[in-house]
């Protein structure tokens, strides 16, 4: 059974970072995809960041290119977010998730390419 677990969700300040982890267990997902969606309250989910494939090609979405960095350690099964500059605008439920599939176009941000999501963890961005 896989299953995902993300961690590091907080209250910040706006400007600070946080660093979110997702531990994936099951099955690897090495060379598949993982990435990262976000929902804010009366929001629908949105694509924030995947990684991909052996080599890891990344995407974003354009609000957060420039202070986000999605990484992966095949090794331990994880994928992290790391969240510098946070705005009020990024506060959301953020949530992980995983495809055995790689990324071709733009599928990777959508929801149903991902075959597996993690229960999510708050983040809070105060002003």
């Known amino acids: 059974q896989v299953q995902l677990v993300e961690s590091g969700g907080g209250l910040v300040q706006a400007g600070d970072s946080l660093r979110l982890s997702c531990a994936a267990s099951?099955?690897?997902?090495?060379?598949?995809?993982m990435g990262w969606f976000r929902q804010a309250p009366g929001k629908e989910r949105e694509f924030v960041a995947a990684?991909?494939?052996?080599?890891?090609?990344?995407y974003y979405v354009d609000s957060v290119k420039g202070r986000f960095t999605i990484s992966r350690d095949n090794a331990k099964n994880t994928v992290v977010l790391q969240m510098n500059s946070l705005k009020p605008e990024d506060t959301a439920v953020y949530y992980c998730?995983?495809?055995?599939?790689?990324?071709?176009?733009?599928?990777?941000?959508?929801?149903?390419?991902?075959?597996?999501w993690g229960q999510g963890t708050q983040v809070t961005v105060s002003s």
């Open positions: 990684i991909s494939g052996s080599y890891g090609s990344t």
């Open positions: 998730a995983a495809s055995i599939a790689l990324i071709v176009g733009g599928a990777g941000r959508d929801l149903g390419f991902y075959d597996y």
């Open positions: 099951g099955r690897p997902f090495g060379h598949g995809t």
